[in-house]
DNA sequence: GATCCAATGTGAGAATTTGCACAGGATCAC
DNA sequence: GTGATCCTGTGCAAATTCTCACATTGGATC
């Protein structure tokens, strides 16, 4: 049974009663019906029809072929359905992916769209390792730094996120706020352990001398919780930091500081309207929190 | 979703994730699984496979035609070896018809025979009509008279069915038994109404004159319950006459009387295994009623 | 980091499939 | 019974599909 066409051509056959019937219900020629159904009983070794002057007649067998393949255009039927409405309707899963210091300023914007999508499923990965787009992993990634260059994804702008020093209320209250920076060598500071080409990370690098980080983590995320812990002072993304009351900015942001943000998805999902649907709202959403 | 091959390639290709793997299985080209794919997203719209130096990747709409066509790739094989089974096997229906004379001597057969096979279900049809093997109305027909000449039927010679006369013994006791043809002027008779050419029926109209066939019927059962009954003397099949204690045997068989009995099959079906077990069995139960 | 390997992708020829035209029956209606 | 119609079946030409060969591109491994 390694022919599916020709179960399809007997079962039109089997269920009109004549080659003439099925060939113009499949679109082909009635000779080709005819193939079809030859080849299909030789292979299976089994009569399916009885041929008569009036047309084909299903045996025992034929009938059987016509019970399972009816179910079976039934259900190719339904799919089909299914798959034209997905490529045109906001349905089923969207996979996000980014690192995890964006969470607090995209769990808002992935809630706002699923609202308007209710039959939308939100899967949003961050974790040690990058997701890949190649293998499906994630239909839209926010990628951060030097403009991604994999071949087969589609990769936007998406604008700089604002950073600015912040610390804690307590350390403020503890140690006084640094009037320039030369006054940050009596200062303590949040940094990244790792020397990350991150632009905030090199400019604290050479402003700040190294034994003034004293609180250094591996990821940004863990880095904020330092700054809201007052372990000193740090670089947090400015949308971030306004949704923490116990934060003081010390130094506004600058362009400088900021990498750019870049939207990637992959060729082959970007075009699909769910994947365009939401990048509008991402874009839309994304002005409140430019430099 | 017209072409049901492009869906059992891609569903090779999604359950393998590589389109050469797919393409090993299946037992064509790589092109060719290539192209299939492509057409397929073309006609439906959606992208199923998502391309990477690594194979395809399913997307959504991938994994959900893999189910699709993972339940299908299961119940073809299923039927595949059903339908393979059935043409070696004897299971399923034996549809056998014939003229409803013959129901008494042809039910142990038929009993017999599915008792040696289980897993048969037998439908005997008798009724006014001749059902029609070219419509697979019926596997195995018994046709009595001149052999029948239909175009795709396989006819077999099948011996004769040995007739005598018999009257009832409440028959007997009243009227007593013909010494001669000569006497049956003073007897009453059994017989067809309609004039058949039955070589039994030609012989009695010719040796009985008409007013002396008192019972008419238009079948030979019915002509069966008017000789047991007592309306008089009638030719009855011996292998039926024997089951009745209460008939006496008036005139022994004679060849000339017996009609040819033709065993009749349609071409197609003709080969299987059923057909044949049956005609086999048959064959050898039908040693016992001829003349 | 160079090399090997295993994938996908594409153009041209070959092979299979398909379509067409016509023949042959069988049934139905009148 | 006779014409009309509908169905199956087959030889031959056309068209589509498939195969083959080669290019290309990432990934893995040493």
């Known amino acids: 049974m390694d022919n599916w066409d020709e179960v399809r051509t007997a079962f039109q056959v089997a269920r009109l009663g004549t080659v003439s019937g099925a060939a113009e219900v499949l679109g082909v ?39 399972v393949a009816q179910t079976t255009d039934d259900q190719f039927a339904q799919l089909s359905g299914r798959l034209k409405g997905r490529g045109s309707s906001v349905t089923g899963e969207l996979v996000v992916t980014s690192l995890a210091t964006f969470s ?35 239909h839209v990634a926010i990628r951060a730094g030097a403009a991604p260059d994999q071949p087969d994804n589609v990769v936007q702008p998406f604008g700089h996120q604002a950073l600015a020093l912040y610390a804690s209320k307590r350390y403020v209250e503890r140690n006084g706020v640094p009037e320039n920076e ?10 990244h352990d790792a020397e990350t080409r991150a632009p905030f990370n090199l400019w604290l690098r050479e402003v700040v001398p190294l034994e003034n980080i004293v609180y250094r983590t591996l990821d940004n995320r863990s880095m904020q919780d330092g700054v809201t812990a007052g372990a000193g002072i740090g670089f947090l993304p400015c949308s971030v930091a306004e949704k923490f009351d116990d934060l003081v900015q010390i130094e506004p ?3 400088e500081w900021s990498a750019p943000l870049w939207l990637v998805t992959h060729v082959d999902l970007h075009r699909t309207a769910k994947v365009q649907s939401f990048l509008t709202y991402l874009k839309r959403a994304a002005k409140d929190w430019e430099v």
């Open 29 to 67: 020629h009635h000779a080709t019906v005819i193939r079809h159904i030859d080849a299909l009983e030789t292979k299976l070794g089994v009569k399916l029809f009885q041929r008569h002057a009036r047309g084909y007649t299903a045996t025992e067998a034929g009938n059987d072929l016509l019970q």
């Open 104 to 138: 607090p300023v995209l769990a808002p914007v992935l809630v706002g769209f699923r609202e308007e999508h209710p039959e939308l499923t939100v899967r949003y990965l961050t974790g040690d390792r990058l997701f890949r787009l190649e293998y499906g992993e994630a």
């Open 182 to 191: 030369a006054d940050f060598v009596n200062h303590s500071f949040v940094g």
């Open 253 to 255: 942001s600058r362009p």
